[in-house]
């Protein structure tokens, strides 16, 4: 008797007619997954996971969520990481049991930092194998991978029945999503993956379920309107957590006529073209900023969605910020622990809050304050699409006396300066491109220099995680990378740019070929300098023993092509004219950048270094 074969997806049909196979628990996951939206799931495959991407091969031929491959289980993490940001949702990774969980483990720690909602699904090796040395066993009485991840996620689990799944399963996601969102685990051997199960229609509807509730403490609220109007001057810090508020903070620094300036993760979610902004307080930080803070005409400082950590307030500075003129907003009140000082802690939603107390300062009873003498109409006009080069440049060149060293941003030199890379990254790029930035000298001069144009009209719909974006809070090397990728299969179709050095790239750089694989026109920016720039600069500014920075000179172009990606050099400032922006948003797969930039420019690192002890300050 002949073999049938079957594409992929259909079903067996036996000579008795149609006949559904039974499901398999897998198929309920995924049933989840879809119910969600989500369209990808991030991850490398393994023994102990095959059911898992054999439910994701069913689902995909049903046009339901598909598995992206990466190429280390860290990436993956990183991967989920940026589509959760850019898609304002759940991101979903899967790895298999052992090494395949532990390796994901640093993304998953990174995401738990930055409170970014991830369910996370690792496999175990069968159940009846517990305690007997089984290949890659990580159950408790081995490497116990459900209690590691205890430590870096909000629930982690192990799935023990098949009566469990379900439940733990959708009390898992909630939890993701509930604030503080972040990353949750659930480990589930192998044998229960492959459970047959009667449905796998969802017990449970979990759409339309996740929101920040619109909860506003009216007497609070009172007590604030009632300070901001007897302020004589005030500043607001956004941070991270202000990313779908930024509109409403613009409005109400108009209304009151206050000062802004972001944390370093708060960095784009406000524009950094409207007139109020003065840029960025904390580490590489800007000059105007800290003066918006340090003026002593100042009473008030309303610090909104920020924990206010070591990086975002000088090294806990207790003459800026952590003094009695702070008043501190977050919906997260586990936040005010670390602003004990403050003359009032606001909890609640910050869009709600923000918004009533516009609405509450525009009441004549309240005494409302006359509109600024400056509004965003006042500064350089920009055509609708934001392509104009020059007048990006024009406004750019607004921030030159807000910069340390802002010459070198224009300077035309032998090498290229740093500073002229983020000039030429921010004009160059249209509006709406989503830049992020990877841990050390990336992040540094981005932070510092690069200004992408944004509208600094208030009612500009807010960008899901912010126009600049980057992970400060466990600071991992790679993050950039693989998050850009999630980014961009978030959001097909968005412009996203990777800046990253060439530390990370040889750390991380194998997810590259994901970008490759998937055909998706990320843009990757490669600070060649043949060192890990921070360590080299950080011994220099110390005093140090030189020791442990230098890489070798790799060409990057070579590397980038012999993946199949597109790659162009970078050598001096005249090679920027060679570029074709638009080509390189409308290809089919990756770009990458190898910019030679000049190794003895030194970032903007002194506040890290006087937090490290060395004496060194701004």
């Given amino acids: 008797m002949a073999k049938t074969v079957y594409a992929k997806g259909e079903r067996a049909v036996s000579s008795w007619g149609p006949r559904e196979e039974p499901y398999e628990a897998t198929d309920l996951i995924l049933s989840y997954v879809n119910q969600l939206g989500i369209k990808c799931v991030f991850g490398v495959p393994g023994g102990a996971v095959e059911p898992m991407f054999n439910a994701m091969a069913r689902s995909e031929a049903k046009g339901g969520a598909r598995v992206v491959v990466a190429r280390n289980e860290c990436g993956a993490a990183f991967m989920a990481d940026g589509y959760a940001r850019e898609s304002g949702g759940l991101g ?5 049991t052992g090494p395949g969980a532990t390796n994901m483990l640093t993304g998953v720690a990174s995401a738990y930092q930055d409170r970014i909602p991830l369910l996370v699904i690792t496999a175990q090796t069968a159940l009846p194998t517990f305690g007997r040395g089984a290949i890659q066993e990580s159950s408790c009485t081995a490497i116990d991978t459900t209690s590691i991840f205890r430590h870096c996620t909000k629930y982690s689990t192990l799935v023990s029945h ?4 379900e439940h733990k399963l959708a009390s898992a996601i909630t939890v993701a999503m509930q604030e503080p969102k972040g990353p949750v685990h659930l480990s589930i051997p192998l044998d229960l993956q492959r459970a047959k199960i009667v449905s796998s229609e969802p017990k449970f509807d979990l759409t339309n379920r996740f929101f920040s509730p619109a909860l506003v403490d009216p007497r609070a609220l009172d007590d604030l309107a009632g300070r901001l109007l007897a302020a004589h001057r005030v500043t607001i810090i956004a941070g991270e957590g202000c990313t779908d508020a930024g509109g409403s903070l613009l409005r109400l620094a108009e209304r009151i006529h206050a000062k802004v300036v972001t944390t370093p993760q708060g960095k784009g979610v406000v524009s950094p073209y409207h007139p109020l902004y003065q840029g960025v307080f904390g580490l590489a930080g800007h000059a105007s900023a800290h003066d918006a803070l340090a003026d002593p005409e100042v009473d008030l400082v309303l610090a909104v969605g920020t924990a206010l950590d070591e990086i975002a307030n000088k090294c806990w500075d207790e003459n800026i910020v952590f003094t009695p003129r702070l008043v501190h907003l977050d919906s997260d009140a586990g936040n005010f622990k670390f602003t004990p000082m403050a003359r009032m802690h606001v909890p609640g ?8 107390l516009i609405c509450k300062l525009g009441i004549p009873e309240y005494g409302m304050k006359a509109a600024p003498p400056s509004s965003p109409a006042s500064g350089p006009q920009f055509d609708a699409a934001g392509k104009s080069i020059a007048r990006r440049r024009d406004a750019y060149k607004l921030w030159m006396n807000r910069m340390n060293e802002s010459y070198k941003c224009i300077e035309d030199t032998d090498t290229i300066l740093p500073q002229r890379l983020m000039f030429e990254l921010s004009t160059r790029f ?12 990336s992040f540094l001069w981005s932070l510092h220099y690069l200004h992408p144009y944004e509208s600094p009209d208030p009612e500009r719909h807010a960008i899901p995680g912010g126009h600049f974006r980057t992970s400060m809070g466990f600071s991992s090397m790679g993050w950039a990378i693989g998050g850009a990728v999630g980014t961009t299969l978030a959001r097909p179709g968005t412009p996203v740019v990777c800046i990253v050095g060439d530390g990370s790239l040889l750390m991380n750089g194998q997810e590259l070929s994901v970008a490759v694989a998937e055909r998706i026109p990320v843009v990757f920016v ?13 011994q220099r500014l110390a005093g140090a023993e030189q020791v442990g920075w230098q890489l070798p000179q790799v060409d990057f172009v070579q590397y980038a092509r012999s993946m199949g990606a597109t790659a162009q050099a970078l050598r001096t400032p005249a090679d920027f004219d060679c570029l074709d922006v638009d080509a390189m948003l409308l290809r089919r797969g990756p770009t990458l950048l190898d910019v030679y930039i000049d190794p003895e420019e030194v970032p903007p690192m002194r506040m890290r270094m006087a937090s490290l002890g060395t004496g060194v300050g701004e």
């Fill in 349 to 356: 939603n910050i869009q709600a809050t923000v918004d009533h």
């Fill in 162 to 165: 098949i009566e469990q799944l």
């Fill in 526 to 538: 490669v600070l060649n300098d043949a060192s890990l720039g921070t360590v080299k600069h950080g």
């Fill in 92 to 96: 979903v990774c899967v790895a298999t």
């Fill in 430 to 441: 249209p509006q709406g491109t989503r830049f992020l930035a990877d841990i050390g000298n």
